[in-house]
């Protein structure tokens, strides 16, 4: 690799690293930004004016924050998806029947992205929304993704991300993993119990490819105290299975 390419690309991954400092806060100033990351400021400065000049972060009172423009890239990258335009109606279909939150989520990078939700009338209010990150292992989508993807998958992951506990109830090891994602299997969809939001329990059903690897998943979730007994047990886990072959048969026919 020539010596321009080299900074060429550490160039853009400082100003990825400085791009990811800013997403974590509302705002930060250049002196905040240069002590965290243990950059000279000058070097921040200019790597904050660059990205202001192209349009992806704002000044606002002295301090900076990322602008609207990533909004336009991600709304086009998810919009330029035939999941996303398949799996919405019948996202929003499962908000109608249930009354709650449904969800459509995609494994990148190890890590679930959350592409689409829609909330029915009794949806409770959480901390996601597109474009929001979670641990696969935690989620009841996360699980359903995994259950279908290769063993090499699986342990590639696990490597990167570990399994970080997220409440009391999350599964932390690898053995009880593999034994969840083997129910999963089993009973075609998978449980989160609580394990990422304590009182939160969701049911997610797998999106497969004719090959039979998932390549996304629909859930909803809801409050322990609705998300009990045969509406936990049976009825939800159908009406989300029912969505997502769907889903599957549109993505494959249409």
């Given at each position: 690799?020539?010596?321009?390419?080299?900074?060429?690309?550490?160039?853009?991954?400082?100003?990825?690293?400085?791009?990811?400092?800013?997403?974590?806060?509302?705002?930060?100033?250049?002196?905040?930004?240069?002590?965290?990351?243990?950059?000279?400021?000058?070097?921040?400065?200019?790597?904050?004016?660059?990205?202001?000049?192209?349009?992806?972060?704002?000044?606002?009172?002295?301090?900076?924050?990322?602008?609207?423009?990533?909004?336009?890239?991600?709304?086009h990258t998810r919009?330029?998806?035939?999941?996303?335009?398949?799996?919405?109606?019948?996202?929003?279909?499962?908000?109608?029947?249930?009354?709650?939150?449904?969800?459509?989520?995609?494994?990148?990078?190890?890590?679930?992205?959350?592409?689409?939700?829609?909330?029915?009338?009794?949806?409770?209010?959480?901390?996601?929304?597109?474009?929001?990150?979670?641990?696969?292992?935690?989620?009841?989508?996360?699980?359903?993704?995994?259950?279908?993807?290769?063993?090499?998958?699986?342990?590639?992951?696990?490597?990167?991300?570990?399994?970080?506990?997220?409440?009391?109830?999350?599964?932390?090891?690898?053995?009880?993993?593999?034994?969840?994602?083997?129910?999963?299997?089993?009973?075609?969809?998978?449980?989160?119990?609580?394990e990422r939001l304590?009182?939160?329990?969701?049911?997610?059903?797998?999106?497969?490819?004719?090959?039979?690897?998932?390549?996304?998943?629909?859930?909803?979730?809801?409050?322990?105290?609705?998300?009990?007994?045969?509406?936990?047990?049976?009825?939800?886990?159908?009406?989300?299975?029912?969505?997502?072959?769907?889903?599957?048969?549109?993505?494959?026919?249409?």
């Amino acid at each position: 690799m020539g010596t321009n390419m080299a900074n060429t690309i550490g160039a853009l991954g400082t100003s990825l690293e400085i791009l990811e400092a800013l997403k974590e806060r509302e705002s930060a100033g250049v002196t905040e930004l240069a002590t965290e990351l243990g950059l000279p400021k000058s070097t921040v400065y200019s790597h904050l004016r660059t990205l202001r000049e192209h349009e992806y972060v704002v000044q606002r009172d002295g301090k900076y924050c990322i602008g609207l423009k990533f909004l336009s890239l991600g709304e086009h990258t998810r919009d330029r998806m035939p999941l996303y335009e398949v799996a919405k109606p019948e996202v929003n279909g499962l908000a109608e029947q249930t009354g709650e939150l449904a969800n459509l989520l995609v494994e990148e990078h190890g890590e679930g992205v959350y592409l689409f939700r829609s909330k029915g009338e009794q949806a409770v209010s959480l901390d996601t929304h597109a474009g929001m990150r979670v641990k696969l292992h935690c989620t009841s989508l996360g699980k359903a993704i995994l259950a279908y993807l290769s063993e090499k998958r699986v342990d590639e992951i696990i490597e990167r991300w570990g399994l970080p506990a997220q409440t009391a109830t999350t599964i932390t090891s690898r053995e009880a993993l593999e034994e969840e994602l083997a129910a999963v299997r089993e009973r075609g969809y998978a449980y989160d119990k609580g394990e990422r939001l304590s009182g939160l329990r969701c049911i997610a059903a797998p999106i497969k490819n004719p090959d039979g690897h998932a390549i996304g998943a629909v859930s909803v979730s809801g409050p322990t105290s609705r998300m009990k007994g045969e509406r936990f047990e049976s009825v939800v886990p159908e009406q989300v299975m029912s969505a997502a072959n769907v889903i599957e048969l549109n993505l494959t026919y249409s």
